[in-house]
Every structure is written in structure tokens, then in C-alpha cells.
């Protein structure tokens, strides 16, 4: 059995029945229970002095303050008691994905809210002898005319340990790079489960980085940038038009007519010679031009289906509370597919981001992720990518770590093999125009971005989890494997111990020195978009 995120426990519900607490008596019952009750003097007395038979004074409070208000003895003034929700870890571990109950305990945010009906059971009814004044129960006097049944347990398919240190982690890097907010998400590769899925944001008034009462890996969009590249990639070796060794011509700037007669320039930052780049180089160099030139390759019908395919542009299907589907419209203008091929112009969630990556790792077939264990093995699974792109492409990431010219050799992890990507993406400016942020910026910069990290960690047995980070809004630096693949590295290597998967056994993989500057795209308009990637 594992170990409980959320439970309930009885506690004392204070109550009084204004009608047995005479004139006289309101001023002395006040003094006594206001700072007790931590309420104000006048709102009680208020209560006390209503024309109702029954009110509330205080509900839930604990059993040392429910035992000192009955020790009073006070006319008109009982207690009874009733189910309050316990999260024994602390705000942070689970509670945005296990949510709230309101004060009648009934479900209103996360996982207490989608299985409400399960959790709650059904109430039951008593009579009960009190004395005149009712500040005390007559012994004997209870009777129970209809038992109440219990509610069911949920069992999450979270890790308390890793949904920790992942918070931990995210809360660290935000705080690190003063981000406006940053997130993870793990899961299991074979089944979907999801093992944590964190958030973390700078509150205003203190500075500080904290834990979100939302989830955002289910409920925050943002444009993802080169983690997109995988299906670029997957789209053309679908077509049978290419394979990971075709040489594909990569230019050192490749215009693209915009509809009032401007061009946008699509470049690779550090790069102002053309370049013969194989497609496997395209995807381990993140090569902006060269992911526009292969979803070209497979055209946009193809690149559009298996975007949808991925499970881009719908809700994961758990129906959390608040989740988003993010944005991915048909490409209408010339700058929308080699835009998107790059993972500029859509929206998405990170929740979705880490399920197409486990659709690769699964050998080309999508499994809806899960946060509870009696959902695994319901849903409907669904072939995306032939098995032979899927090997291919896990080949094609792992270089992205391992490659000396990849882009992500911070995302090693000693003992097992990374196939990943990283992202930097342009965000849209709040006052700006586009991408382009005004001169008010309140963080004096030209750009915001998003750095990220999703990759499957394998060993001799195959894919076994996966981690995505993404950190909003970096300061000092900006490239996914600058600021987002060490805190994946960390989450990967803490989820590995915890999980107790064996090291590969057949040669551990080492990281490689990066030899070459990461790319970008600029444009000589503010319609375009641009992704860095490192």
C-alpha cells in the first residue's frame, strides 16, 4: 500500500442555538469564544443574537480547541463532530494535483474534485438527546436511524518522494535564473502514470519561489519550441522521403513571403554560411531551417496529423479541473508551418509535451497519461509513428545529449541513456508587438522566453520514465541546456534511485563537450517567431 497525499479525520464543529443564550448572557459567551474561535468580537456576537435555531461558530477546528470550548460549559453552545481533510506532507507534495474540499468537504479542485462523487460516500442520520440548553449530551441518548456509508479510497499513481524532490528542484531553479515560474512533470513510460507533476511561481509581495495551488503541467500553455522538432523530424521519415543519413541542403537564411509584402528571414543563430546537414544532425544541432525544410518534406496535411496524433491541440483526457488543450491552428499563412515545425505559433501543455515523447519511447504508440491506478490499462492506446520512425528517433535524441555537437549534454545522467530535446522559445511580451517586448518591459529585455528539457531515460531493458522541465522567463541565461537540463538531470537521477532501475550494464554513455553555438531564428519582422535553442 502506498502512502496517504490526502485523508480525512473527524473533527469538532462548534455550534450554539441562539435562542437558549439570553441578552445577559451574549456579552460573557463572546468574551469567551472570540479569540478562541480567532473571529471578531462583533461578527459573533452577531451570530449569537440571530433569530436561528442553529448556527455555526467555528467548524473543523482542532480536538484541543473543540475539548476547551465543551470544558466552558456555556448555555446554548455544543459540538459535534465531522469529517476534515488532512494533507499529512504539507501544501506542496501533490496537493495542486490532489485539490481541495470545500467546508462540507466536498471536492472542489484536482483529483478531490474529478473523483468527488467516489470520495464522499453517502451521509447517514442520528438522533441525539441533549440537555435543555444543549451544552451537553445525554449518555445513552444517541440513536443512528441511517448509517452512513463510507467513501472509497483513491490511490494516485504519484511517488511521493519524486513529486518532493521534483518540487524541491523546480523551486531551486526558478529561484536560481529569477524566472516567473517553472514546472516538471514524470511519468512512466510503459503505463502513462504519472509519478509527479510539480509548479512553482515567485510570489509577488516576498520574492520568493512557492508551490502552486494550480497545476501547471496540466493547466499553463506556452509555445514549446524545439521540443516540436521530433515531429518535424517524424513527419519526414514517415514520408519515406528521407532517412536519418539523407543530406539535406540547410541554407544560411531562408526567406519566406509574408502576406503584406515583408519577408521573414528564417536563420540558425552562429551559422552564416550554407550547410549540408543530414537529418539526424538536423534535430541533434536544432536546426531551425532544417526543421522547416523537413516538415516541407512531409508537407502540412502531414505534419498537421501527426501534431493532432501527439495529442497536441486536445486535453490529455484525464479531465483534470482547469486543463488546458493550448492552441494549434491550421496553417493558413506562409510563415505557419516552418513555424510550428519548430514549436513557435502553437500552445501547448507540458502535460501534452511529455505525452508525445512517451509516444515515441513506446515505440510509435500514444497511451493517455493517468493519475490514478485504477485508470491504467482502461484507456485506448493509438499508433501514431510506425516502430521503425519511433527506434529512429531515439537514436536521433540520444545524440542531442551525447553528440558533440548536441545540444543538450547537461541532460546526462551517469549510469543510463538520455534521448531528449531542448527548447528556448520566444513568448509573447505583454505591451509588445508580437515577440517583441516594449521599451517598458518591465525586465528591460528585447525577448521572454521559455527554456526547457524532455527526455527518456532507458537502460538494457528499454524506456523506462520520463521527465520534462520547463523554466518561463530565465534571467542571465536563456538556453534549455543552461537552465532547464541540469534540474531534469537531477529529477532523472533522483526518480532512477527511487524507482530502483538497473544501470545499463552494456557501457555507460558519457557526455560530450558542445562544439558548436545552439541556433536561433531572426527575422526582419515582428510577425515572426523565433525559437533558441541549447
Known amino acids: 500500500l502506498g502512502r496517504p497525499l490526502a485523508y480525512s479525520r473527524l473533527a469538532p ?11 445577559e448572557q451574549v456579552p460573557y459567551v463572546v468574551g469567551q469564544l472570540a479569540s478562541l474561535l ?3 468580537s462583533e461578527v459573533m456576537a452577531r451570530r449569537l443574537t440571530s433569530d436561528s435555531r442553529f448556527v455555526y461558530l467555528d467548524r473543523q477546528v482542532d480536538p484541543e ?23 499529512p506532507n504539507g501544501d506542496c507534495t501533490g496537493l495542486s494535483l490532489m485539490g481541495r474540499v470545500d467546508i462540507d468537504h466536498l471536492g472542489i479542485s484536482g483529483l478531490e474534485k ?15 438527546e441533549v440537555s435543555a440548553d444543549r451544552s451537553a449530551t445525554i449518555v445513552g441518548g444517541q440513536q443512528v436511524l441511517e448509517p452512513a456509508i463510507p467513501g472509497e479510497d483513491v490511490a494516485t499513481t504519484l511517488d511521493r518522494d519524486i513529486q518532493f524532490k521534483a518540487q524541491e528542484l523546480i523551486e531551486a531553479t526558478v529561484a536560481q535564473f529569477d524566472a516567473d515560474l517553472g514546472m516538471a512533470i514524470v511519468t512512466r513510460i510503459d503505463d502513462g502514470s504519472v509519478l509527479a507533476a510539480v509548479g512553482a511561481v515567485v510570489d509577488e509581495e516576498t520574492g520568493i519561489a512557492r508551490c502552486t495551488s494550480n497545476n501547471l503541467p496540466f493547466t499553463h500553455t506556452f509555445e514549446p519550441g524545439s521540443t ?18 539523407t543530406r539535406i541542403d540547410v541554407p544560411a537564411e531562408k526567406p519566406y513571403p509574408v502576406d503584406d509584402g515583408r519577408v521573414f528571414l528564417l536563420r540558425d543563430t552562429g551559422r552564416y554560411e550554407d550547410r549540408e546537414y543530414t537529418t539526424s544532425e538536423i534535430l541533434i544541432r536544432s536546426s531551425n531551417v532544417g526543421s522547416s525544410t523537413l516538415a516541407e518534406v ?102 542531442v545529449v551525447e553528440h558533440e555537437n548536441g ?128
Open 407 to 534: 545540444t543538450g549534454p547537461n541532460a546526462a545522467v551517469r549510469g543510463y541513456t538520455v534521448s531528449g530535446k531542448t527548447s528556448t522559445a520566444w513568448q509573447p511580451c505583454e505591451g509588445g508587438v508580437a515577440y517583441q517586448c516594449g521599451e517598458d518591459d518591465p525586465d528591460g529585455r528585447a525577448h521572454h522566453y521559455t527554456s526547457g528539457f524532455a527526455g527518456i531515460i532507458s537502460n538494457d531493458q528499454g524506456p523506462q520514465f520520463s521527465v520534462y522541465v520547463m523554466i518561463d522567463n530565465p534571467m542571465g541565461a536563456k538556453f534549455g541546456n543552461e537552465v532547464a537540463a541540469p534540474a531534469f538531470a537531477e529529477i532523472a537521477a533522483y526518480t532512477a534511485r527511487q524507482l530502483q532501475i538497473p544501470q545499463v550494464t552494456s557501457g555507460v554513455t558519457t557526455t560530450a563537450v558542445r562544439a558548436e553555438t545552439a541556433v536561433t531564428t531572426t527575422t526582419t519582422t515582428t510577425l515572426a517567431s523565433e525559437s533558441q535553442d541549447g
Open 65 to 87: 480547541i473543540g475539548d476547551a470550548v465543551m470544558a466552558m460549559g456555556l448555555p446554548g453552545v455544543w459540538s459535534y463532530e465531522e469529517p476534515r481533510r488532512e494533507h
Open 298 to 399: 512531409a508537407g502540412p496535411d502531414a505534419v498537421w496529423d501527426l501534431m493532432h496524433g501527439f495529442g497536441f491541440g486536445s486535453s490529455s483526457g484525464i479531465d483534470f479541473p482547469g486543463e488546458s488543450a493550448g492552441i494549434l491552428e491550421p496553417f493558413l499563412s506562409t510563415v505557419a508551418l516552418p513555424t510550428a515545425s519548430y514549436g513557435q505559433g502553437v500552445s501547448v501543455t507540458a502535460a501534452q509535451v511529455i505525452e508525445s515523447f512517451n509516444t515515441v519511447a513506446n515505440g510509435g504508440v500514444r497511451l493517455p497519461l493517468s493519475l490514478t491506478s485504477a485508470e491504467l490499462g482502461t484507456k485506448a492506446s493509438e499508433r501514431v509513428i510506425s516502430e521503425q520512425t519511433s527506434d529512429l528517433l531515439m537514436d536521433m535524441m540520444q545524440g
Open 13 to 23: 464543529t462548534i455550534v450554539a442555538d441562539p435562542r437558549l443564550i439570553s441578552t
Open 38 to 40: 480567532d473571529t471578531e
Open 228 to 245: 516540436m522538432k521530433i515531429i518535424s523530424v517524424a513527419a519526414a521519415l514517415e514520408s519515406g522521403a528521407v532517412d536519418p543519413y
Open 114 to 128: 474529478i473523483h468527488n462523487e467516489t470520495l464522499t460516500g453517502t451521509p447517514g442520520t442520528r438522533a441525539v
